[in-house]
């Protein structure tokens, strides 16, 4: 999916906003920024944390794989008190018959003896031409990838954190626009209750002002409980309370204006975009591998360093030593120095075969990148054209809402002075509420289109940190 459909989400939560443009530039008491939005969401999101451990496993691989290159050291000691009466002939000991050497004699003898043995022996693969280095830098490129995919859903949550603060933003506005839309009903309410006692208006129109009213209140509890609703679930998502979830309304009027000549005068940076870095690093990760395969198939050359000691109490003509003890006494050292060479005949076929399986997992991994490169130019345009688009539509609503409040404010005094009806005032005040709900519309809309080119284009932390949002 690419990363402007990714992002497309937010044209859901942008809707209708703030009727007045001084409520726009007010900022709220005890507001809440979009830094803290940010902040709350990344201590908290499970999925950031989980892929923050597997950033340190990598880590740790990587560290681990470094010390492939040290040699072998074991060691043994053993005390055996055992018999020593041993047989001509072959025989498999499957590890369960114990290797007893010599010990042939001619009638069977179970006497004890007793005998020890340490042991000493170094294994180090010396040089298997290329083969370590392809594994460090496969498990570095493992770690890259987790590193990218924590960025990436970093990203993510940047969206998220951003859609959800401009639906806090609407719904905080709507409670507004509503409110206001019930105080004005109920000056206008009062209004008219004294033009038909003092006989200027019909008794209707108080009844039609009463109705209207009454609907403007149910308008405004529903949009109290769908801020309510946003708050819920900002505060699953944050850890915060929802006393402390209040939008800073003022973040719409400094992102329209300094932030889009920030946002859009910025040379675009998809090269370091999330998406083009993690795809990129599966890529040189699917390259490591197919490395690391053609290596594996390599001879190998070892070296070999052992040396042990041995005591018995069987001597060497045959004696047995009745004190057991002079056994634990070793009497006899050896050593053996060398090198080995290891190399499979069949290794020309086995390769062959195997890389052309890491091979085609590397083209994937290529057009893979090459896809979402392409996919986020298109957003870039896109993006683009959404900014054109709600910017223009900035401009109509703005002359739609001052004609509309105009003609309002004409016909509410022709209806004082008894020259209008109350459908035609109605009606006016309709054109007015949906010309305020278009201007606020179109002006979370831009407000959108800036945040979302800045997250295509990969400029979003610096719109947020910049303007202090």
Not at 132 to 160: C, I, P, R
Not at 362 to 375: F, G, P, S, T
Not at 453 to 463: D, E, M
Request: with cysteine.
């Amino acid at each position: 999916m690419s990363a402007f459909r990714r992002k497309g989400f937010l044209l859901i939560v942008i809707c209708s906003l703030v009727l007045f443009k001084p409520a726009l530039a007010q900022t709220t008491n005890g507001s809440m920024s979009l830094q803290d939005l940010l902040n709350n969401m990344q201590s908290n999101y499970e999925l950031l944390k989980y892929q923050g451990s597997l950033v340190k496993a990598s880590e740790a691989q990587k560290k681990a794989v470094s010390y492939d290159r040290l040699p072998h050291l074991n060691t043994m000691l053993q005390a055996t008190v055992n018999s020593v009466n041993n047989q001509e002939g072959a025989y498999q000991s499957y590890g369960v018959i114990p290797s007893i050497i010599s010990g042939v004699r001619a009638q069977s003898n179970l006497g004890a003896v007793s005998g020890d043995a340490a042991f000493a022996g170094l294994n180090w693969e010396a040089v298997n031409f290329g083969a370590y280095k392809a594994n460090e830098n496969l498990a570095k490129q493992n770690m890259l990838v987790q590193m990218n995919t924590l960025a990436s859903t970093q990203y993510d949550v940047d969206g998220y954190a951003a859609a959800y603060y401009i639906e806090l933003v609407r719904q905080f506005q709507l409670q507004n626009v509503q409110q206001d839309n019930v105080n004005r009903l109920q000056q206008l309410k009062t209004t008219i209750g004294a033009l038909v006692n003092s006989g200027v208006r019909p008794g209707v129109d108080s009844s039609v002002a009463s109705a209207e009213l009454s609907k403007s209140i149910v308008g405004l509890y529903q949009v109290q409980k769908n801020l309510a609703q946003t708050k819920v679930r900002l505060s699953t998502l944050t850890g915060l309370s929802t006393g402390q979830l209040n939008a800073d309304t003022s973040a719409v009027n400094k992102v329209n204006s300094d932030g889009m000549n920030l946002v859009f005068n910025a040379v675009a940076d998809t090269v370091h975009h999330p998406y083009i870095t993690l795809f990129t690093s599966i890529y040189d990760r699917s390259k490591a591998r197919l490395q690391l395969e053609k290596k594996s198939y390599y001879p190998k050359v070892f070296v070999d360093a052992d040396a042990w000691v041995r005591g018995s109490s069987l001597s060497g003509t045959d004696q047995y030593n009745s004190d057991l003890l002079q056994g634990y006494q070793p009497n006899r050292f050896n050593y053996l120095v060398g090198l080995t060479m290891t190399y499979d005949i069949f290794n020309v076929a086995h390769k062959r075969l195997n890389s052309s399986v890491y091979r085609y997992e590397m083209d994937a991994a290529y057009h893979q990148l090459q896809n979402e490169k392409v996919n986020l130019n298109s957003d870039v345009q896109q993006a683009l054209l959404e900014k054109d688009f709600e910017y223009n539509r900035l401009v109509e609503t703005k002359h739609e809402l001052d004609e509309a409040a105009t003609a309002y404010n004409q016909q509410l005094s022709l209806y004082k002075n008894g020259l209008s009806s109350i459908i035609e005032l109605n009606t006016a005040l309709d054109y007015y509420i949906q010309a305020q709900k278009d201007y606020v519309e179109a002006n979370v809309g831009l407000m959108k289109s800036v945040i979302n080119y800045s997250l295509v284009t990969n400029t979003f932390t610096a719109l947020v940190q910049n303007l202090k949002l």
